[in-house]
């Protein structure tokens, strides 16, 4: 694809360029399977000889069409999907960290990714730091040891909704020989480009804003091509000495900047799975050509209810990087000018007891364990995902009993305000 095009038209056209009489949409490959003429053609196939398609747990054409257009997106040299978000997390990781390994990640992430970082993780015998998106520059740097590999983070964190400082931490990084990976999933390719602040390789969850109709469950991992894996050899391996699993090739010698990506498809996608359905991929496809359109409506939205919110008398605290008051407001203005996402948290004045009144008595907004969506809906986190923890532990997780969580749809804001406006007016203060 032409990149001078705007990521508006990338979204429509990249990944997919029929030919004269070839399908117009992308089309569904629902194949496990490709067929061959020769033995000889397939088996240069196995030894990554040549370029095509023989299983679709490592390649298959719908897939590889919509990781490209992502990729171009993200205005990255290549990219591969995976099952899920936390499946693309994962493999980003492994592709470079193994047992005796250690990263450093923010603290204000994804639950899953802490778990996954801090837990099972630890489990593979790969240890992690966190460290707020907050700390000094002397704390980041405390936090590197000789066998660091990498430094994760979120652009827009889910759901504290905090913004890294993705120039300092790509800066800091790269000082260490080290690439940082980010998280893009809430604020997409279309408000903010993590390469270009110097970030090395993008991740997303795919199930939310991207996909953004609730209907698969997806990630993808993309390359921005520009870490220089040779230059830190002794630290990476993987990339730069023979794989006795592909008869000795060197990844970083025979594909270049293509290295990273071309490892994750034949060795982790070969040996763990976690490969998506064409079918989903289609959906996924078709979902990125409105990406642009929605996301603006989420932002709008999602800006006007924070505003409505804020000025309510019911309402003590709104969290939006989009308020000028906020925390992150700068960073988020310097990082993603169009705006960051269209989720916001809220705490109501009467806490727990009023934040069930407001949830129980919303129309138009439903209760979803769900973010992203062009539905609004909305979460009480004492009463959902963090269920288990008592008040005090609830507080000391910075989750106060009365916070809501709501993600901004694409519905008309007015009647989204309506709704809002008549629930809150069922919330007793005590
Ligand atoms: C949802 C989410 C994930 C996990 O993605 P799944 O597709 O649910 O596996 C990872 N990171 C962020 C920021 C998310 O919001």
């Not at 893009?184 to 997303?204: E, L, M, S, Y």
């Not at 025979?254 to 498809?265: D, S």
């Amino acid at each position: 694809m032409n990149h001078t095009y705007h990521v508006e038209t990338k979204c429509v056209h990249s990944g997919w360029n029929p030919e004269n009489g070839e399908a117009r949409q992308i089309p569904i490959y629902q194949s496990t399977t490709f067929k061959y003429n020769s033995t000889d053609e397939m088996g240069k196939l196995f030894d990554l000889e040549s370029n095509g398609y023989f299983y679709t747990r490592l390649q298959n054409p719908t897939n590889d069409a919509v990781a490209s257009r992502i990729a171009d997106l993200e205005g990255g040299v290549a990219a591969m999907l995976t099952s899920s978000g936390q499946a693309a997390i994962l493999f980003a990781i492994l592709n470079i960290c193994e047992a005796g390994d250690h990263m450093i990640c923010a603290s204000e992430i994804y639950g899953g990714t802490l778990n996954l970082a801090g837990v099972t993780l630890k489990k593979f015998g790969i240890n992690c730091t966190f460290l707020s998106v907050d700390c000094t520059d002397e704390e980041l740097l405390a936090a590197f040891r000789p066998n660091t590999k990498l430094v994760f983070g979120e652009s827009v964190s889910n759901p504290a909704l905090a913004v890294l400082d993705i120039e300092r931490f790509a800066h800091i990084a790269h000082e260490h020989g080290v690439p940082l990976i980010v998280d893009n999933t809430f604020a997409t390719p279309i408000n903010c480009q993590p390469f270009k602040w110097g970030a090395d390789i993008v991740v997303h969850s795919t199930t939310k804003y991207m996909d953004g109709h609730a209907t698969q469950v997806g990630g993808c991992i993309v390359d921005s091509g520009n870490f220089d894996w040779e230059a830190h050899s002794e630290k990476f391996p993987g990339l730069t000495t023979p794989d006795l699993s592909y008869h000795g090739i060197i990844y970083t010698k025979k594909f270049g900047k293509l290295a990273y990506i071309t490892k994750a498809t034949s060795q982790l996608m070969r040996d763990l799975g976690a490969t998506p359905s064409p079918f989903n991929t289609f959906l996924l496809g078709m979902s990125l050509e409105s990406l642009p359109l929605r996301i603006e409506r989420h932002c709008s939205n999602a800006l006007a209810i924070a505003n409505f919110l804020q000025n309510h008398d019911k309402v003590s605290y709104v969290n939006y990087p989009g308020l000028s008051g906020n925390k992150y407001y700068e960073r988020a203005k310097k990082y993603m000018p169009k705006g960051t996402c269209g989720v916001i948290s809220a705490e109501l004045k009467g806490g727990r007891e009023a934040a069930v009144q407001f949830l129980d008595h919303l129309q138009l907004a439903s209760i979803a364990t769900h973010v992203a969506d062009a539905k609004t809906c909305v979460l009480h986190p004492a009463s959902h995902t963090h269920r288990q923890l008592t008040d005090e532990q609830l507080v000391s997780a910075g989750i106060s009993p009365g916070l809501v969580r709501l993600s901004i749809g694409i519905e008309h804001v007015d009647d989204l305000i309506a709704d809002m406006e008549q629930a809150l007016s069922y919330v007793t203060l005590i």
